[in-house]
């Protein structure tokens, strides 16, 4: 069998080397001389090339965040010498403030509404946010999770917007942006409660349908609602196109979720050439109910705090929508989260099937398939054994993440290993088959024990029977 030597300046992958000679010393390293142990088969050969290139991706996208960093302190630098000259100018601040922008915007090629917005930004990380500068400019985090520190800290009081950078900064150089703006989006409503109630009503005000035109005869037509409004509403449409599939049935999931909205709007059956007769009762959805999970602290639903709720599938709700949710929406999955609260978290080995309620515990801890850089929802999603049944794994909350179909071939068909933190947060590191290794941190963090006093109470009980006994 053919064998090759490792390219220099990366490590070996772990493992067996199946075109070694068994006679072979193998007790050396991989990669050396034939006489100081086997040689590297053309699969071993592959993988190093590969992870070499993955790490020159990296790099480049090391040195793009880098030079990102030094475009913003270029930008930042261009506005503080264009309001430096206002002493000696003619122009008024506001007419050289509009001068900047749409230099800025002919030099980049860029709208002017663009431009402005790098103006803001840009002084932003350079004033505000130091620390974050200071990580995108060692490339540790990349440009655009720096832009969602920028937006969830505006308008917060200064010294909430230095607690969210210093508690969301660790989390931006391993989340992808999605991931990374719903993480901080709940930092910022912890930090600050009292600015969601405030924002939502603003927010309300401003709902809107709109139509973008598109090309080749086609349309964007998109809604601005309040958050349980819009997720309830695709929830229906999903799960009615879901309803829809069969082995007749031609369409995609996406496309039978526009000809579902498509026929509750017009409120009409699909006659058209090429689309099936069963599409036109998508204009009745009797019976069907959003499926929501909110979760309310027990205090906010007491009217106690202002904590907000959180919505899954979407992220931090205020209060009152959140006690609404839970008191008058039928079709709400409502949990109530209290230190001295309980959790069904293991069925151990007596059963492979999950419970209904821890079933609905793990989806509120995922949110998202858990698999680095897809963010399809929990909900859309199958739970996963980390260690497979099969092999002794556990029906335990310690061993079931949700994976969508995409990212559970990779784990059982394309060598990506996955292992779960055993403290209890859902945390969990993915190596790749190149030797890469990835974190993916839980959305919503569930207290999986009781509290420290109840276990006492317990512990003095138990000790009480004993010597009862």
């Known amino acids: ?64 965040a880098v030079q990102a960093a030094a475009r913003v302190v270029a930008i930042d630098a261009a506005r503080v010498c264009s309001e430096r000259e206002l002493g000696g100018s003619a122009f008024s601040p506001a007419l050289t403030r509009r001068s900047l922008v749409a230099e800025l915007a002919c030099a980049l090629r860029i709208p002017e509404s663009t431009a402005s917005g790098l103006l803001e930004s ?38 909430a917007a230095r607690q969210l950078e210093q508690e969301a900064l660790p989390s931006a150089g391993r989340l992808t942006a999605s991931q990374f703006e719903r993480k901080t989006r709940k930092l910022r409503e912890r930090i600050d409660p009292e600015s969601i109630t405030a924002q939502h009503v603003r927010s309300v005000a401003d709902r809107a349908i709109r139509f973008d035109p598109a090309r080749d005869g086609m349309g964007w037509l998109s809604a601005y609602l309040p958050a349980s409004d819009a997720l309830g509403i695709y929830g229906q449409v999903t799960d009615r196109a879901i309803a829809l599939r069969g082995p007749d049935e031609p369409r995609t999931l996406t496309q039978l979720r526009a000809d579902v909205l498509r026929d509750l709007l017009l409120q009409a059956g699909c006659t058209e050439a090429g689309c099936t007769e069963t599409a036109g009762a998508a204009g009745s959805l009797s019976g069907l109910r959003p499926n929501l999970i ?29 006690r609404a949710l839970a008191a008058k929406c039928p079709s709400a999955v409502r949990i109530l989260t209290h230190p001295e609260t309980g959790a069904v978290l293991s069925v151990g080995r007596d059963r492979y099937t999950i419970p209904a309620s821890l079933r609905t515990m793990l989806q509120v801890r995922d ?17 996963d054994h980390g260690l497979d049944w099969a092999f002794g794994g556990r ?3 310690n061993n079931l993440a949700h994976l969508c179909p995409a990212s559970h071939a990779l ?21 790749t088959p190149t030797g890469h290794t990835y974190v993916t941190e839980s959305e919503t963090i569930i207290g999986t024990a009781i509290s420290a006093e109840l276990r ?7 000790e009480g029977a004993s010597r009862e006994g």
């Open 395 to 397: 029906t335990d909350h």
């Open 122 to 159: 840009s002084s932003s990380l350079v004033h505000d946010l130091p620390d974050t500068l200071a990580a995108l400019a060692a490339g540790r985090i990349g440009y655009r999770q720096a832009i969602i520190l920028v937006n969830e800290t505006a308008g917060l009081p200064e010294a």
């Open 411 to 431: 784990k059982h068909e394309a060598g990506w290993k996955v292992s779960q933190a055993a403290d209890g947060t859902g945390t969990l590191t993915w190596t």
């Open 294 to 322: 909110v979760t309310v602290p027990m205090l906010t639903l007491l009217g106690v705090t202002e904590e907000p709720g959180n919505l899954d599938g979407y992220g931090p709700i205020d209060p009152d929508t959140a």
């Open 367 to 383: 949110g998202t398939c858990r698999h680095p850089g897809c963010s399809r929802a929990a909900s859309r999603s199958d739970i």
């Open 1 to 64: 069998m053919e064998t090759f030597t490792a390219p220099p300046g990366r490590a070996v992958p772990a493992g067996p080397n199946p075109g070694a000679d068994p006679g072979m010393n193998p007790g050396a390293g991989p990669g050396v001389a034939p006489d100081q142990g086997p040689p590297l088969t053309p699969a071993a050969v592959h993988l190093e090339e590969l992870g070499a290139l993955i790490d020159e991706v990296t790099a480049i996208d090391k040195a793009m």
């Open 456 to 462: 006492q109470k317990a512990t003095r009980a138990d």
